[in-house]
């Protein structure tokens, strides 16, 4: 089981629905049906992605809270964090809903995920001093 489906699992628990963008490169008209479910729909509210795969050209302003599971995996530092900016960067836009846009992170402490995490934050501070 993928951490994406236990999220959601725990999110249904609680009453709160989710719906998930699939991860397939093939999957098109299904990620466009979930997109509109989740803008347009009263009862959508949570929407699962993974930020590796759908990232790119993914329109997200009817966020208002994005929350990152656990840090990026990538095949560089810079192409994680790259992918973590452009993920938000989709919730952030001209056109967005309303309000502020919360981001939350989840990092479990004296795991590798801490590791990764100060890593990415320290690529951050030295990319912004540059």
Same mark, same amino acid.
């Given at each position: 089981? $993928? ?6 699992? &725990?999110?249904?628990? /609680?009453? @709160?629905? #989710?719906?998930? *963008? ?35 050209? $993914? ?6 809270? &994005?929350?990152?599971? /656990?840090? @990026?995996? #990538?095949?560089? *530092? ?51 001093? #540059?």
């Amino acid at each position: 089981m $993928t951490r994406r489906m236990k999220v959601a699992e &725990v999110l249904r628990t /609680h009453g @709160l629905p #989710a719906t998930q *963008l699939p991860t397939s490169k093939n999957a098109g008209r299904e990620m466009a049906t979930a997109m509109k479910s989740f803008c347009t729909s009263p009862e959508a509210f949570v929407l699962l992605l993974s930020v590796d795969h759908v990232a790119l050209g $993914t329109n997200l302003t009817a966020a208002s809270h &994005v929350v990152l599971v /656990h840090p @990026l995996n #990538a095949e560089s *530092l810079s192409s994680a964090v790259a992918y973590e900016k452009q993920a938000l960067a989709r919730v952030r836009r001209v056109g967005q809903a309303e309000g502020k846009i919360h981001v939350w992170r989840f990092v479990t402490r004296q795991t590798i995920e801490e590791e990764m995490h100060k890593l990415h934050i320290s690529h951050c501070s030295a990319a912004a001093g #540059a």
